[in-house]
């Protein structure tokens, strides 16, 4: 656990040496924020359905660029053969690393809390599937994180990490939806345990199901197990 810690610390930390943390945070508000509060009024309902809505296609776009860097910028610089010797094994660089994703995406996330708020003054805020919603955006972000950090174990350029991070959550959130209108029906119910998008609206709407949970620690250390592989595979 200490490895873990210290690993944890030093990637979190380097999230706010470089711009990438403010920005990122910045166009998530900005594109959340403009996205919900442009149909809020009109509307004239006080709940945050919209905001839970956009989540996981805005989650898809925005956290693998968060993760991106996170393996592919020590492959590219050559810190990453340093970091092999020290005295810390692969599943304590990983889980480092992806204990920092999640944490940033948290406090990503944090300041959109004043929308509950805001709205609870405006009306009656039913504050289960507020709380169930925002549960479920922590597992949709460690799952997607863990997906962003397998992408960015495969290559050391980052852009090319962040697009095969983008697909694969891409796929998970939009195109698995898509392809149920094209496959027949005795295989819809596998392709609609695959999406993402599907099991982070019913935990958004405060019914907390364990295949829902499960789905998401499935995703996640099916992508840590990888990680843990491909980097082994270049050592």
Known sequence: MKNIRHIFRKEFKSYFISPIAYIVISVFLIIIGWLFFSTFFLEKQANLTKFFSLLPVTFAFIIPAVTMRLFSEEINIGSYEL?????????DIILGKFLAAVAFVALMLSPTLVYALSTSFLGDLDWGPVIGGYLGAILLGASFSSIGLLASSFTRNQVVAFIIGMAICFSLTLLVD???????NFMVDFFQFLSANLHFQNIAKGVIDLRDIMYFVSITFIALYTTHLVIEEKK
């Open 83 to 91: 970091l092999i010797t020290l005295p810390v094994s692969f599943r």
């Open 178 to 184: 898509f392809v149920l209108f094209f496959i027949p």
